[in-house]
T-cell receptor, first 113, second 115 residues
Framework: GDSVTQMEGPVTLSEEAFLTINCTYT??????LFWYVQYPGEGLQLLLK?????DKGSNKGFEATYRKETTSFHLEKGSVQVSDSAVYFC????????????FGKGTLLTVNP | KAGVTQTPRYLIKTRGQQVTLSCSPI?????VSWYQQTPGQGLQFLFE???????NKGNFPGRFSGRQFSNSRSEMNVSTLELGDSALYLC??????????????FGPGTRLTVT
C-alpha cells in the first residue's frame, strides 16, 4: 500500500537558517504529492503541491520538487522565520478519484530568534 | 468564502457512549473526508463522502461510521467509545470531481477526549 516516510523531528533552527525536511514515498501509479503545515491548535493548511514528476511546488518561500527516480519530495526553505515554527506533514494521494491522503508522521520545526 | 467548519470543537465523553461530530464544507464542495489524528498513529484516513455516497473507506472498525446530507454537510459517528478513540478528528472538503486531484481544505478539528 501507499506510505510516506519523513524525517523525525524535532528540528530546531535559528532564524534565517536553511531548512530541509526529507520525505520519501511508496505508491502505486502516479501519486500527487503535498506538504501540509499545522500550527498549534489548528487544522492543516496546504503549503504546496506537485502533481507529476519534476514539478516544483512553491509557496511562501518553501519549495519541493517531485522526484520520481528517487521517490522523494523534500521540503526546503532558504531562510526560516520564527513564524515558520509548526508541524510539517508530507502526504500523497494516488490520484484520480481517490481522495484519500496518506500522511507521514510529521516533523516539528522550532525556529528560535 | 467561509472555510470548513467543525462542531463541536471540544468534546469529553465516557467509555461506552457514542458521539456525533459535524462538518460543514466550503460552499460548492461536494467531497468531505474525515481523518483521525493521534500522537501514536499520526493522521489516518477514515472515509470520504461525495454526493451523499461513501466513495472511499479507511481501515477502521465498524464503530466508526459517517454520512453526508444533500447540502454536503457531513457527520461522523463513533459508537461504544474506547479510550483509544481520544483524538483530534479533522474534516476536509474538496470539489471532489472524479479524475481531478483537487486540493483538500481542512477544518480546525474536533478534539475528542474519552474518559
Amino acid at each position: 500500500g501507499d506510505s510516506v516516510t519523513q524525517m523525525e523531528g524535532p528540528v530546531t533552527l535559528s532564524e534565517e537558517a536553511f531548512l530541509t525536511i526529507n520525505c520519501t514515498y511508496t505508491a502505486t501509479g502516479y501519486p500527487s504529492l503535498f506538504w501540509y503545515v499545522q500550527y498549534p491548535g489548528e487544522g492543516l493548511q496546504l503549503l504546496l503541491k506537485a502533481t507529476k514528476a519534476d514539478d516544483k511546488g512553491s509557496n511562501k518561500g518553501f519549495e519541493a520538487t517531485y522526484r520520481k527516480e528517487t521517490t522523494s519530495f523534500h521540503l526546503e526553505k532558504g531562510s526560516v522565520q520564527v513564524s515558520d515554527s509548526a508541524v510539517y506533514f508530507c502526504a500523497l494521494s494516488s490520484g484520480g478519484s481517490n481522495y484519500k491522503l496518506t500522511f507521514g508522521k510529521g516533523t516539528l520545526l522550532t525556529v528560535n530568534p | 468564502k467561509a472555510g470548513v467548519t467543525q462542531t463541536p470543537r471540544y468534546l469529553i465523553k465516557t467509555r461506552g457512549q457514542q458521539v456525533t461530530l459535524s462538518c460543514s464544507p466550503i460552499s460548492g464542495h461536494r467531497s468531505v473526508s474525515w481523518y483521525q489524528q493521534t500522537p501514536g498513529q499520526g493522521l489516518q484516513f477514515l472515509f470520504e463522502y461525495f454526493s451523499e455516497t461513501q466513495r472511499n473507506k479507511g481501515n477502521f472498525p465498524g464503530r466508526f461510521s459517517g454520512r453526508q446530507f444533500s447540502n454536503s454537510r457531513s457527520e461522523m459517528n463513533v459508537s461504544t467509545l474506547e479510550l483509544g478513540d481520544s483524538a483530534l478528528y479533522l474534516c476536509a472538503s474538496s470539489p471532489g470531481l472524479a479524475g481531478v486531484m483537487y486540493e483538500q481544505y481542512f477544518g480546525p478539528g474536533t478534539r475528542l477526549t474519552v474518559t
